[in-house]
């Protein structure tokens, strides 16, 4: 079945650094989003990415759509304490836009 | 309210119990979702519906009954549920039917620890 493969699967950074993580598919995806999710709380969205090629950026974070469709790549620039929390790709899967497949997350924790 | 609220935050219940979360959303969309999440595992979707109808079940143990009665109001009824049942139990919704419409939004969650 499909699978999303996130890495790296934890980190640990300096404030003030920049961080990189990505995700790849098995299998060629149409939209990328990517949520973090705080310890206790629900995940929340971060980015929507649409269109292969596709560079959007929410303050300190830029995502991009692969142009294979097939991987995303999330930066974060300039880290602070509260960029800590676990980051997830997803995609819709092969059965339509409601079954959304979830990558295994990214835990980042960033040292004052 | 705004978004999606999820009662009760947390939960502790023994295997014989009966016990509902409930999952409402305030942003006018039409299509809900009940997601299981463990430690060190992916989001695991249970269910899904769409305009009040279920067109997911992703083959979820009949422990887990889900309930719609209206495209704001989630429910998930829990009975004779296993310690391997605990977990994170969060809600979402999405738009549906719109350019970027798919795009899921999460309640905080419920914790169940079942005993």
């Known amino acids: 079945g499909q699978q999303l493969n996130q890495s790296p699967q934890s980190m640990f950074i300096q404030e003030g650094e920049d961080v990189s993580m990505n995700c790849t598919s098995s299998?060629?995806?149409?939209?990328w989003l990517w949520y973090k999710q705080d310890p206790g709380e629900g995940p929340v969205l971060l980015i929507a990415?649409?269109?292969?090629?596709e560079l959007t950026s929410n303050g300190r974070l830029t995502a991009q759509f692969g142009i294979t469709r097939k991987d995303s790549f999330l930066n974060i620039s300039a880290s602070i304490p509260s960029d800590v929390g676990i980051y997830f790709c997803?995609?819709?899967?092969?059965?339509?836009?409601?079954?959304?497949?979830f990558g295994t997350g990214t835990r980042l924790k960033v040292l004052a | 309210e705004t978004g999606v609220t999820q009662t009760p935050r947390h939960l502790v219940m023994g295997m014989t119990n009966k016990k509902s979360l409930k999952c409402e959303q305030h942003?006018?969309?039409?299509?809900m979702y009940w997601y299981k999440q463990s430690a060190k595992k992916p989001l695991e979707l249970m269910f899904v519906?769409?305009?009040?109808?279920?067109?997911e079940n992703n083959s979820v143990p009949s422990r887990f009954s889900p309930e719609c009665p209206n495209s704001s109001h989630l429910f998930l009824h829990l009975h004779t549920l296993q310690p391997e049942d605990s977990a994170l139990y969060l809600c979402?919704?999405?738009?549906?039917?719109?350019?970027?419409?798919?795009?899921?939004?999460f309640g905080p969650g419920t914790r169940l620890l079942v005993l």
């Open positions: 979402a919704s999405s738009q549906e039917g719109v350019a970027g419409g798919e795009t899921q939004y």
């Open positions: 519906y769409n305009f009040k109808e279920q067109t």
């Open positions: 997803a995609g819709p899967g092969t059965s339509g836009t409601y079954k959304y497949i």
């Open positions: 990415l649409y269109k292969a090629g």
């Open positions: 299998s060629i995806f149409n939209t």
């Open positions: 942003l006018g969309h039409n299509a």
